[in-house]
Every structure is written in C-alpha cells, then in structure tokens.
C-alpha cells in the first residue's frame, strides 16, 4: 500500500485499534496455535527422564516416557514430534554403524510413540552424528567427509526410520544430492507417500551447542585436537543468503515436499526469501542454543521467559513459516490452550 493512502494524523491514529485486547486480536495479522508446532524431543536408550542441564525444562525420555509424551502432545493439538537419539557412548563408532540398527532407540521409540498415539506424526532425523565417535554427520575418508560414501549410509538409516513407521524423513547432513537419493530408494521401496523435509538452508552455528550435551555428541567443539574436521564443510556459511535459495531450489527438485531453514530466529531474512521464493511450506528450527538463550535469561529473572517464547514464535508466523520445531512446543501449546 503506497503510505500516500494513509490519511493524516489526527484523521488516522494508530493507536484506536490497540486499545483493547478484542480489537487487538482482531486486527492480528498472524496466529500460532498448537497446529504450528514440532516438538523437539531427545530420546535415550535408559530409563526414565535426565535433565539436559543447559536446556532447563528438557528432559531425554525414555521409550516409555516418549510414549506417553506422544498422547501429550496429541492432548495438547501438536500435531508432529521431531525425535533425535542419546546414543551410549559405548557403542559408537567411527562409522555411526548403529544409525540402522533396526533394534535401536529411534526405532523402539517411533513404534512405541505411533502405537501410543498414532494420530501424532513423527518425524526422524536422517544424519549419523548421535551414532559416530567424532560427531560428524557423515563418514570420515581421508580426513574428510566423504559424501557420496555418506548418502549410501544414511540411505541404510531412513529406510531403518521407515520401515519402523515414521511419517517424515528429515535429512539434516547437508550432503549433496541425499535428498535426490533418499527419494530414489523410498520410491523403489514402496515408501510412495514418506514425506521429506530436508533441512536445506541448515547453517554451521554456535547456536547448536547445547544439542550436543542433550544428545551426547560433547566431542564435536572440543577443539582441532579432537576433532579437525570442520562442520563448515558441510554446512552453510552465516553471511551467505543467496546460496540458500540454491540449497532450497536443489531439494525441492529433488523431491523434498517441504524445506527447513536451521537455526531460526538469527535467520528469519532467509526464511522469508525461501517463502517468498519457493512458496513451498517451510519450517523453521528454533535450535537449542536459542532455547538455551531465553530459559537462562528467564531463570536469572531478566527476561519474562513465557512471554519471550511467545513473541519468538510469534516472530516465525509473521515471516511465513508453515510451522516451527521447537523445544518449547509443550509449553507453548499448554500456554495457547489456557
Ligand atoms: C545434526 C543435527 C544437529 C541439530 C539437529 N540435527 C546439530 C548439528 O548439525 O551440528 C541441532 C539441533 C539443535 O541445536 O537443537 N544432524
């Protein structure tokens, strides 16, 4: 709208349509409810829950306990869980051969979780870093990340996720052409209508940090001595834009149905550009750093955390995404349902 349009002050005062919380709400340009959630969720091979100490409010869950989250979430109107794996630091390998273990802990949990609710639809993660000794998402050759190697791997785990009854597949490796692949082999194995949604403008970032204590990858960040691969090799640079457009454009051709933008809130001019580009449905993954960032400004009392979280997801509607994974899905949809 050309600002020439707009009468004059005193004729137009913006502030009549904020004066109460009725005309507020029906003057609201974007709304979040429940429907718009992802929960993140992080489940262990043990018993019980175990606090995430820098993810206050997190806990890994057991496959009992994920059972149970998942009649939560349907109570609560989520429609979608995002599992990640604590594997036993024991039993990884430099190959992440236990990414399709068909026993293993994704597996038990989204047979458990679909049998407990299988309204509710599940969404794994298609990537080896839980599973490798060097918490690299992809295997290591000659001191790199061999990314062909790595697509034939990870093709082994989603049809793992698959067959234990999964709804959607979500590579987050960042290897070239997996989405391409990964869409070949569920086509020739009768997985017709498995849904992707690839993590295709997924950024290196600080912002992961807490992830790796959540999931028990603490070896990644602890410097070129342990580990001197870079994730820079594999994931997108902060100051590039454009290159995520190409990042989205190459997974929707190769079959993605929808398209995440990772981290969120520091990347929502990419989100938008996707969404205004695209107009696929895109998602957006308010990672555990940014989680981190607002529970501990609201455990010291220097930020109002329900609020924050509120206007951080509020923030994702208005730049165009179809949903958001997020931590904070059970405390927002007991919040929006209140
Ligand atoms: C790895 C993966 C990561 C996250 C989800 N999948 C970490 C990484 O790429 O280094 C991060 C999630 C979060 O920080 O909440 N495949």
Redesign the pocket.
Known sequence: MPHSALAPYPALRMRRLRQAPWVRALVRENRLGPSDLIW?MVVHEGEGRIPVQAMPGVDRLSVAEAATAAREARALGIPCIAI?PHIDGETKDAEGSRAADPDGVISRAVRAMKDAAPEVGIMC?V?L?PFTTHGH?GLIRNGCIANDETISRLIEQALVQAEAGCDILAP??MMDGRVGALRAALESTGHNDMMIMSYAAKYASA??GP?REAIGSGKLGSGPEANPID?ATY?MDAFNSDEALREVALDLSEGADMVMVKPGLPYLDIVRRVVETFAAPTFA?Q???EYAMITAAGAQGWIDQDRAMMESLAAFKRAGCAGIITYFAPMAARKLGA
């Open positions: 993140a990640f993660d990537a870093d998402d987050s490796d912002f992961y992830y994730k994931q993954f990672v555990s750093g």
